[in-house]
T-cell receptor
């Protein structure tokens, strides 16, 4: 079992729709969860962090965390073509050393 | 006002050579990291330093040697380069070694021929 799992996609949504990206993790003691966006040829850009169960909203982005189910998700409302990128789920495990463990990323395509 | 910077951006070299990548952050962070992104785009941690002290040392060949002259700088030296070392290497920093957000540099694309 991979430590952090994502569906690699591509996930294709029409412009204006809600994109839903999902991630599961194996270390039940994990406390810190992050979503990064990576455009082709660019570096990962932090878009959301979440530490507690529930929802966290920032603009068009909502991160959701369910520690009991070991599940993290990212919702992007009113998707725009500029949101087309690879979205990386990352987790800091129970060792809490700052070691970020990444999923393989989900490629999102937003079609005009 | 670049937060995390790396040099060089591109590095093309032959097998067997030795090369270095440099990273600097001006965020005032205590912790810096090296990550490797392979051809399949999988991103994996290699090393981490907290205030010049090595705290994460993943299973990487000992041809890779990090060095942190101060908490704002982290360099990566690679000896006897191999074809499999071709990848994009990212530097990152965070306020500390715990559950903090990490900010990435622009990356160094290393190509070994």
């Amino acid at each position: 079992q991979k430590e952090v799992e994502q569906n690699s996609g591509p996930l294709s949504v029409p412009e204006g729709a809600i994109a839903s990206l999902n991630c599961t993790y194996s270390d039940r003691g994990s406390q810190s969860f992050f979503w990064y966006r990576q455009y082709s040829g660019k570096s990962p850009e932090l878009i959301m962090s979440i530490y507690s169960n529930g929802d966290k909203e920032d603009g068009r982005f909502t991160a959701q965390l369910n520690k009991a189910s070991q599940y993290v998700s990212l919702l992007i409302r009113d998707s725009q073509p500029s949101d087309s990128a690879t979205y990386l789920c990352a987790v800091i495990g129970s060792s809490n050393t700052g070691k970020l463990i990444f999923g393989q990323g989900t490629t999102l395509q937003v079609k005009p | 006002d670049t937060a995390v910077s790396q040099t060089p951006k591109y590095l093309v070299t032959q097998m067997g050579n030795d090369k270095s990548i440099k990273c600097e952050q001006n965020l005032g962070h205590d912790t810096m990291y090296w990550y490797k992104q392979d051809s399949k785009k999988f991103l994996k941690i290699m090393f981490s330093y907290n205030n010049k002290e090595l705290i994460i040392n993943e299973t990487v060949p000992n041809r890779f040697s990090p060095k942190s002259p101060d908490k704002a700088h982290l360099n990566l030296h690679i000896n006897s380069l191999e074809l499999g070392d071709s990848a994009v290497y990212f530097c990152a920093s965070s306020p500390g070694p715990g559950p903090y957000e990490q900010y990435f540099g622009p990356g160094t694309r290393l190509t070994v021929t």
